[in-house]
């Protein structure tokens, strides 16, 4: 069984330095690395045909995204990385990939640096637990703004 290495796929500049940590993690435990994606909730779309539309182009979007993050993924990692898209919360997101995959055996963060704080994700791990899909799961927290050289001699 792989361990996989679970990172949320978001806009974050911060974003970068857990998808290269977890993929140096991933190349050096012999596991893979999961891209976690998540699609705003469009309840508030008016009417279904537009509704239907958005997400679907949002959908798109991720795909896009994924597919081109996944190359790097693969790149650091050495092996091909698996996608996720969900729907709304990025809590129930990474709960629900937990709850649907026992291999996903750690959670990788990277922490917002400055005037900005954490991040929204690390804060809520932080206040609430890592109790996360019914199990315990280890959150690396890793510093947003490391370099590629610290990144390098930390994973």
Same mark, same amino acid.
Request: hydrophobic share 45%.
């Given at each position: 069984?792989?361990?996989?290495?679970?990172?949320?796929?978001?806009?974050?500049? /911060?974003?970068?330095?857990?998808?290269?940590?977890?993929?140096?993690?991933? =190349?050096?435990? &012999?596991?893979?690395?999961?891209?976690? =994606?998540? +699609?705003?909730?469009?309840?508030?779309?008016?009417?279904? $045909?537009?509704?239907?539309?958005?997400?679907?182009?949002?959908? /798109?979007?991720?795909?896009?995204? +994924?597919?081109?993050? &996944?190359?790097?993924?693969?790149?650091?990692?050495?092996?091909?990385?698996?996608?996720?898209?969900?729907?709304?919360?990025?809590?129930?997101?990474?709960?629900?990939?937990?709850?649907?995959?026992? /291999?996903?055996?750690? +959670?990788? +963060?990277?922490? &917002?640096? $400055?005037?900005? &704080?954490? $991040?929204?994700?690390?804060?809520?791990?932080?206040?609430?637990?890592?109790?996360?899909?019914? =199990?315990?799961?280890?959150?690396?927290?890793?510093? $947003?703004?490391?370099?590629?050289?610290?990144?390098?001699?930390?994973?």
């Amino acid at each position: 069984m792989a361990r996989k290495f679970l990172v949320v796929a978001d806009d974050s500049p /911060e974003f970068a330095a857990a998808l290269r940590f977890a993929a140096r993690r991933a =190349r050096s435990t &012999g596991g893979r690395v999961v891209l976690l =994606r998540m +699609l705003p909730d469009n309840t508030d779309a008016h009417w279904s $045909g537009a509704r239907e539309e958005i997400e679907r182009q949002q959908r /798109e979007e991720a795909e896009a995204l +994924l597919t081109r993050l &996944g190359e790097e993924a693969a790149e650091r990692s050495g092996a091909a990385p698996v996608f996720l898209i969900e729907k709304g919360d990025a809590q129930a997101a990474i709960k629900k990939a937990v709850a649907d995959d026992p /291999e996903i055996k750690i +959670l990788v +963060l990277a922490a &917002g640096s $400055g005037s900005r &704080g954490p $991040g929204p994700l690390v804060s809520a791990i932080i206040k609430h637990g890592a109790q996360l899909g019914g =199990r315990k799961l280890p959150v690396t927290i890793v510093p $947003g703004d490391l370099t590629e050289a610290e990144l390098e001699d930390l994973a």
